[in-house]
T-cell receptor, first 112, second 112 residues
Framework: EDQVTQSPEALRLQEGESSSLNCSYT??????LFWYRQDPGKGPEFLFT???AGEEKEKERLKATLTKKESFLHITAPKPEDSATYLC?????????????FGSGTKLNVKP | KAGVTQTPRYLIKTRGQQVTLSCSPI?????VSWYQQTPGQGLQFLFE???????NKGNFPGRFSGRQFSNSRSEMNVSTLELGDSALYLC???????????FGPGTRLTVL
């Protein structure tokens, strides 16, 4: 079963058109939720870690929020350089081991 | 501070061959995880090492193996390569297994 689901799969925005990406999860024993940005052919770049419902983190045009079952990555007035795939991952404690589950990502394309 | 480094960056092999990939974590990080990324399956967890011990293993066949050295550097080996092993192999390091993971640039493996 899917542990982490990201939506939409792809998103096309005009420069300056704000929007949100969604990450919903079903794991129990959540220890943290992570957002990464990945450019084609490169490794994921760490953006945010969220640990508890109600927590928010901001960085430039990006703001991440967390509820008990999902997280949102809000992009305010995006620019073409924000085009990338955004990955969400959850860290769960299972049998005293930490396991990371990644979503399939949202591919964002910002047109000038 | 240098990031995670992976060598080689690109590799072309033929079916039946074996391959070894290397990962040097961020200085001070003792936990290393390996992931396979393909367009169809996304990021899939291979294994996790901490203090030279494998703590966690994903659902991959025994042809995939790894190890970690006393300086925290890690290698993964794939024997008897199959066409389906073509992927981007990513290494991620963290201070400990519960901490945020930082990814390297990946090794692009192509199996012909």
């Amino acid at each position: 079963e899917d542990q982490v689901t990201q939506s939409p799969e792809a998103l096309r925005l005009q420069e300056g058109e704000s929007s949100s990406l969604n990450c919903s999860y079903t794991v129990s024993g959540l220890r943290g939720l992570f957002w990464y940005r990945q450019d084609p052919g490169k490794g994921p770049e760490f953006l945010f870690t969220l640990y508890s419902a109600g927590e928010e983190k901001e960085k430039e045009r990006l703001k991440a929020t967390l509820t008990k079952k999902e997280s949102f990555l809000h992009i305010t007035a995006p620019k073409p350089e924000d085009s990338a795939t955004y990955l969400c991952a959850v860290q769960a404690n299972e049998y005293n081991f930490n396991k990371f589950y990644f979503g399939s990502g949202t591919k964002l394309n910002v047109k000038p | 501070k240098a990031g995670v480094t992976q060598t080689p960056r690109y590799l072309i092999k033929t079916r039946g061959q074996q391959v070894t990939l290397s990962c040097s974590p961020i200085s001070g990080h003792r936990s290393v995880s390996w992931y396979q990324q393909t367009p169809g399956q996304g990021l899939q967890f291979l294994f996790e090492y901490f203090s030279e011990t494998q703590r966690n293993k994903g659902n991959f066949p025994g042809r995939f193996s790894g190890r970690q050295f006393s300086n925290s550097r890690s290698e993964m080996n794939v024997s008897t390569l199959e066409l389906g092993d073509s992927a981007l192999y990513l290494c991620a390091s963290s201070w400990n297994p519960a901490d945020t993971q930082y990814f390297g640039p990946g090794t692009r493996l192509t199996v012909l």
